[in-house]
């Protein structure tokens, strides 16, 4: 049985944010570590979810992030965010069920699991954020069809959404952070 956690930081109750981690790519790594810091400084709770163990298999990551979506402790009429990395982003099909709003970082557009994925963008009607670099195999920028969503596709960027030059990685990250803090404040 695969296990994990959600710690969570004290902030609005009715903005909630939850990050979910890629495979490898914890809530420590810089984009969600970033997007989180942004939230917080505006005053959102910040839920983050953790495994207890190495990331699982796809279809129980996709399980256990959509349990931890439909558990959030959002009051009525309260708002609910979700950021989500690579593997998190295997949530989307819960989030759009539930109508949540998502910035999705890198998401997984590419191969057999991303049929999921894929079918829920095309169906979705909450606000959303897609980003992506031009050298992920794993990105498909076109697969958004539906105007709630904001496509953000970073040239030379990598599944970390970086690229060969320090400078201009950081530079992403900030980019990538405040379209996640714009989003945010639009809901």
Do not use: C, N
Not at 135 to 143: C, E, I, T
């Amino acid at each position: 049985m695969t296990t994990w956690q959600i710690s969570t930081s004290t902030g609005d109750p009715a903005r909630v944010a939850t990050i979910l981690p890629g495979s490898g790519y914890t809530a420590q790594g810089p984009l969600l570590r970033y997007s989180a810091k942004a939230l917080r400084a505006a005053g959102w709770t910040v839920r983050t979810f953790a495994w207890d163990e190495p990331s699982p298999d796809w279809a129980a990551a996709r399980r256990a992030y959509g349990e931890s979506l439909q558990a959030a402790p959002v009051p009525d009429g309260g708002r609910h965010l979700v950021v989500a990395k690579s593997l998190g982003t295997f949530a989307l099909p819960v989030a759009v069920e539930l109508g949540l709003p998502g910035a999705w970082l890198t998401p997984v557009l590419t191969g057999d699991a991303s049929g999921p994925v894929r079918a829920a963008l095309a169906s979705g009607t909450a606000p959303a954020l897609l980003v992506g670099g031009t050298a992920d195999p794993l990105w498909d920028g076109g697969v958004a069809t539906t105007p709630d969503v904001e496509v953000l596709t970073v040239d030379g960027a990598d599944h970390s959404l970086e690229v060969g030059d320090w400078r201009r990685s950081h530079q992403i990250l900030a980019r990538v952070t405040e379209a996640v803090e714009r989003l945010a404040a639009q809901l």
